[in-house]
Nanobody, 119 residues
Framework: QVQLVESGGGLVQPGGSLRLSCEVS????????GEWHRQAPGKERELVAT???????KYADSVKGRFTISRDNAKNTVYLQMNRLKPEDTAVYYC?????????????WGQGTQVTVSS
């Protein structure tokens, strides 16, 4: 079984930065797809960023130029660097990953981490 644990969330002032980490555990071989989603109060969950093997990262228009997704297979971790944060970025951020475990692809979600942008 694969588990995803997010960290790095918290309270930050507008214009500040945060880096979210998503550690994928469970003796995986590699992360083939890593994504970050977010859900603000009263709104539907939306895809923020995605990165897959053999392709360039993709971002929601609302975060292009400010957020950067990356993946470190040696550490089995997906990151989301968030710069120039805005109040509208406030949400619970969820990590999603597809990974290999003994040659089997598993799809997993993290429990989420709160990001609050406020002065």
């Amino acid at each position: 079984q694969v588990q995803l644990v997010e960290s790095g969330g918290g309270l930050v002032q507008p214009g500040g930065s945060l880096r979210l980490s998503c550690e994928v555990s469970g003796s995986i071989s590699s992360i083939t797809v890593g994504e970050w989603h977010r859900q603000a109060p009263g709104k539907e969950r939306e895809l923020v960023a995605t990165i897959a093997s053999g392709s360039s990262p993709k971002y929601a228009d609302s975060v292009k130029g400010r957020f950067t997704i990356s993946r470190d297979n040696a550490k089995n971790t997906v990151y989301l660097q968030m710069n120039r944060l805005k109040p509208e970025d406030t949400a619970v951020y969820y990590c999603y990953a597809e990974s290999f475990v003994r040659l089997k692809v598993l799809r997993s979600w993290g429990q989420g981490t709160q990001v609050t942008v406020s002065s």
